[in-house]
């Protein structure tokens, strides 16, 4: 149980502290916060730890594919915000995140 409050710790931390820097002007220092690999480095050695070298390898490949989808997300959002505000914004950019990856998960 210890370990999840960890996890909320290191989740929270990296939501706040890109919120601080981001609201104030440092795109680029909350960009690299919330994209600096350490969910993935936990996740990474938790998996390994947990379920093997399968596991950690079958993850990666994964997120491998998710990388379209995500940049696809995050270009919508960036275009659409000024335009149609942030909610219509995300919600489209959110589906479009959702229809590409369950099309390249079936089309792999």
Do not use: D, Q
């Not at 993850?59 to 919508?76: G, I, N, Q, R």
């Amino acid at each position: 149980m210890l370990e999840f409050m960890g996890y909320f710790v290191v989740g929270g931390l990296v939501v706040a502290l890109t919120t601080y820097f981001g609201s104030r002007g440092h795109g680029f220092l909350a960009a690299l916060i919330s994209m600096f690999p350490s969910m993935t480095v936990l996740t990474f050695f938790l998996l390994y730890r947990y379920g093997g070298n399968a596991s950690v390898v079958g993850y990666a490949k994964s997120l491998v594919w998710l990388v379209p989808p995500w940049v696809m997300y995050v270009v919508t959002v960036a275009v659409f915000c000024e335009r149609i505000g942030i909610w219509k914004a995300l919600a489209i950019g959110v589906a479009l995140y959702l229809v590409s990856s369950y099309l390249f998960h079936h089309f792999r």
